[in-house]
């Protein structure tokens, strides 16, 4: 398996242009989650999904973020219009569901976002 | 809510050296305990779990990790460090049944020579 695939790997923006991440997650996962890190907060969760459906965006900072999964192989991370404080590695993970004991998540490489 | 604390951002062990980083979490049942390394410009990979059972785990790269309820903490150690495992380290804790990780802060291995 190529493990959880993120696209692009840098992305350079200027403010207020949209910015989209992708993420295509282990196949046969059924959780899908996606991570922030910046050296002032850390990682911090921003969203997960468990069968295509988000189930807790609590931690999505803002309406100007969004994501969607419209099917079991792919996710977005959509950030528009973004703004310099947006800019951090953005992580995508996956997990699956062994009976009563949960699978490990596994991270993608990472998107190195720089908003200009 | 759950929470961790890593209290040391950067240590710096010579190579061969036994290395410990130290975890400490805040929950009102047992958890989920997870160790994690990050290498620069690279993801996270997990190093070794801890759900139930015996309470020293073993992980890959030599790595092992104590789980001790009284303390609520869960160590991890190896018993001679590699340059190669100059790297970042995060313990996460989730509770039982897990949805979601709550990461620590991190912290920073240093190798010298």
């Known amino acids: 398996d190529a493990g959880v695939i993120q696209s692009p790997r840098h992305e350079v923006t200027e403010m207020g242009q949209e910015v989209t991440l992708r993420c295509k997650p282990i196949?046969?996962?059924?959780?899908l989650f996606w991570y922030r890190q910046t050296m002032m907060r850390g990682l911090e969760l921003l969203i997960y999904?468990?069968?295509?459906?988000?189930?807790?965006d609590s931690g999505m900072p803002e309406d100007r973020f969004s994501a969607k999964m419209p099917n079991a192989s792919f996710s977005t991370l959509k950030i528009q219009p973004s703004e310099p404080r947006d800019s951090a590695v953005y992580f995508c993970?996956?997990?699956?569901?062994?009976?009563?004991?949960?699978?490990?998540?596994?991270f993608g490489p990472g998107t190195r976002l720089t908003v200009l | 809510a759950q929470s961790v604390t890593q209290p040391d951002i950067h240590i710096t062990v010579s190579e061969g050296a036994s290395l410990e980083l130290r975890c400490n979490y805040s929950?009102?049942?047992?958890?989920?305990l997870f160790w994690y390394v990050q290498s620069p410009g690279q993801g996270l990979q997990l190093l070794l779990k801890?759900?139930?059972?015996?309470?020293l785990v073993q992980g890959i790269k030599g790595f092992e990790a104590e789980f001790k309820r009284s303390q609520s903490s869960f160590n991890l150690r190896k018993p001679s460090v590699h340059w190669s495992d100059a790297a970042e380290y995060f313990c996460?804790?989730?509770?039982?049944?897990?949805?979601?990780?709550?990461f620590g802060k991190g912290t920073m291995l240093l190798v010298s020579p």
């Open positions: 996460a804790v989730a509770p039982g049944g897990y949805s979601t990780l709550t």
């Open positions: 993970a996956s997990r699956g569901t062994l009976g009563l004991y949960t699978d490990t998540q596994y």
């Open positions: 196949s046969g996962h059924d959780y």
């Open positions: 801890y759900f139930s059972g015996d309470t």
């Open positions: 999904f468990n069968n295509n459906v988000p189930i807790d």
């Open positions: 929950y009102g049942a047992t958890p989920y």
